[in-house]
């Protein structure tokens, strides 16, 4: 079974800065919508001078997930997970979406989900794309760390969000 440290630090290369600083919007994707909706969203933000989170391909060089972006996590007012097809297969959205729900859970910050051409029932389910990923999950990490998933997924995936393609 695979243990996740969020503690160690990594070599990170983002747009968010060392140090204290907040971003206004988190932005938690996958390479399956990076260049096809991810990066659009991003410019159309920053047009409209709302500083973003965007993290880049370089970010996830090791095994944990390294302090700046827990600092980008917990200093961004809004965060938009874009939940697609392969947002499950990554253990690193993942542990992204338990930050984001802790920070939901205890901070109160706006999580606005985005379904892209996934259900919200399939998210707060584990169905569809999600269903298969989660079964390699179980063999592969402590079960308190695929709960800590599940729940995130859940609460998140039923909060009001924007539903892009035809799954409905």
């Known amino acids: 079974m695979t243990t996740l440290d969020w503690a160690s630090s990594s070599s990170v290369s983002t747009t968010f800065t060392t140090g204290f600083s907040s971003c206004d919007v988190f932005l938690s994707f996958t390479e399956d919508t990076r260049f096809i909706f991810t990066c659009f969203l991003h410019l159309v933000l ?3 001078g709302i500083n973003v989170f965007m993290d880049s391909k370089r970010l996830w060089l ?37 930050q984001i729900f802790e920070c939901h859970k205890f901070k109160h910050q706006t999580v606005i989900p985005i379904f892209f051409y996934v259900t919200p029932s399939d998210v707060q389910n584990q169905t ?6 989660f079964q390699n999950h179980v063999k592969n990490f402590e079960p308190h760390i695929v709960d800590s998933w599940r729940e995130a997924l859940r609460v998140i995936g039923n909060l009001e969000g924007s539903i892009i393609g035809p799954k409905m």
């Open 46 to 48: 920053k047009s409209r």
């Open 128 to 133: 569809g794309s999600f269903a298969a990923e």
């Open 62 to 98: 090791g095994e944990a997930i390294g302090s700046a972006l827990l600092r980008a996590i917990e200093g961004s007012k809004i965060f938009i997970p874009v939940f697609s097809e392969g947002y499950a297969h990554s253990k690193w959205c993942l542990l992204e979406l338990v």
